[in-house]
Nanobody
Framework: QAQLVESGGGLVQAGGSLSLTCRASHPHNQWFLGWFRQAPGKEREFVAAISWIGGGTYYADSVKDRFFISRDNAKNTLDLLMINLRPEDTAVYYC?????????????????WGQGTQVTVSS
């Protein structure tokens, strides 16, 4: 039931940083909020997620120690700080919400999606 809107995408040089924000209308109806990305010709892949209530986080191996997910329950926002960006990070990034309580990592476990924001990392 969450309505999600991403912002913050753009063009950045390799090695740079970028921060994405997702604004959610009803995150209290969800258990996990996460970020996915999809590059041209690729399947949508899991990036990171956070428990909305407890704040526990988990990440894809490819972004560990480079991407950091956080949320502000009072502001109903979800953020993704990305550092040391690489060209292979180029993708449309989506925020998503899940009612699963089992640390969801698959797109079909998330029922609400934003429209995405483009992140392009140049070399």
């Amino acid at each position: 039931q969450a309505q999600l809107v991403e912002s913050g995408g753009g063009l950045v040089q390799a090695g740079g940083s970028l921060s994405l924000t997702c604004r959610a209308s009803h995150p209290h109806n969800q258990w996990f909020l996460g970020w996915f990305r999809q590059a041209p010709g690729k399947e949508r892949e899991f990036v990171a997620a956070i428990s909305w209530i407890g704040g526990g986080t988990y990440y894809a191996d490819s972004v560990k120690d480079r991407f950091f997910i956080s949320r502000d329950n009072a502001k109903n926002t979800l953020d993704l700080l990305m550092i040391n960006l690489r060209p292979e990070d180029t993708a449309v990034y989506y925020c998503a919400a899940s009612t699963s309580g089992n640390y969801p990592r698959l797109p079909n476990e998330y029922g609400s999606w934003g429209q995405g924001t483009q992140v392009t990392v140049s070399s």
